[in-house]
């Protein structure tokens, strides 16, 4: 039994994108996945460590649904579109089996430190735009694969608006990558128009967007349809 749970257990954290290892949405089901985990739901609450401080000590643990939607690296966001489809799955069994608090939603909204990111936080993020293989049509693939997830946790009942605001998920969009999420953007825009107006670290979502999405005018098309819905009728 220890043999499998460790397998299990490499397979959700086994996410180093120079040698990646786990779950892959071409090879592997849902269905498939399910079943093992039902088998051995308590790997869902073993973490994986994930960064050292300058001492060399670790300092935080990533449970394994949070390494569905990011790659395992500290210093830059690398999403993880091969296994984000999985978080739905991994969510539903561990709520399930009761592995974590009510309210953390299956993880979703596990925070094991004061700056993690919550799995709903993660799933508002674009790779970082330092490399040359994160191209536009890698940024297409991440936006649209975990607008896939967002959609299905909302049908699940596990994503509601007021967590739009309150986590606050426009302001989790990293804008300055250089490339603008469209259809995450719409996503939220769409579900809780007022929430672009609703200030978070000093600035509003729809000034921010505004600004960095300035290159495109598709984009920037965008967020205008986006204001023009907040207007008087």
């Not at 460790?6 to 269905?31: A, F, K």
């Not at 539903?92 to 608090?101: E, M, P, R, T």
Request: net charge negative.
């Amino acid at each position: 039994a220890e043999g499998i749970r460790n397998s299990v257990h490499d397979l959700l954290c086994s996410n180093d994108r120079e040698n990646y290892r786990g779950l892959d949405n071409d090879r592997d089901t849902e269905d498939q996945l399910e079943t093992v985990l039902r088998i051995v739901p308590e790997v869902l609450v073993r973490t994986v460590p994930n960064g050292e401080d300058d001492d060399g000590e670790e300092y935080r643990e990533d449970y394994p649904i949070m390494l569905q939607a990011m790659f395992h690296d500290i210093y830059d966001y690398r999403c993880n579109a091969k296994a984000v489809s999985f978080i739905p799955t991994i969510a539903k069994v561990a709520i399930d089996f009761g592995l974590f608090k009510a309210e953390e939603r299956g993880g979703l909204l596990t925070r094991e430190w004061e700056y993690e990111m919550t799995v709903l936080e993660l799933l508002m993020k674009s790779s970082t735009n330092d490399e040359d293989q994160h191209s536009a049509d890698h940024h297409r693939l991440v936006d649209r694969s975990f607008l896939r997830v967002l959609t299905r946790l909302r049908d699940m009942g596990l994503l509601r608006k007021e967590d739009i605001r309150k986590h606050p998920l426009f302001y989790s969009m990293n804008f300055r990558v250089g490339f603008f999420p469209e259809e995450r953007f719409r996503f939220l825009s769409d579900w809780d128009p007022g929430a672009l107006t609703h200030q978070t670290g000093g600035c509003l979502p729809l000034q921010r967007a505004a600004f960095l999405c300035k290159r495109s005018m598709e984009n920037f098309r965008c967020v205008l349809e986006a204001g023009i819905r907040l207007l008087p009728k």
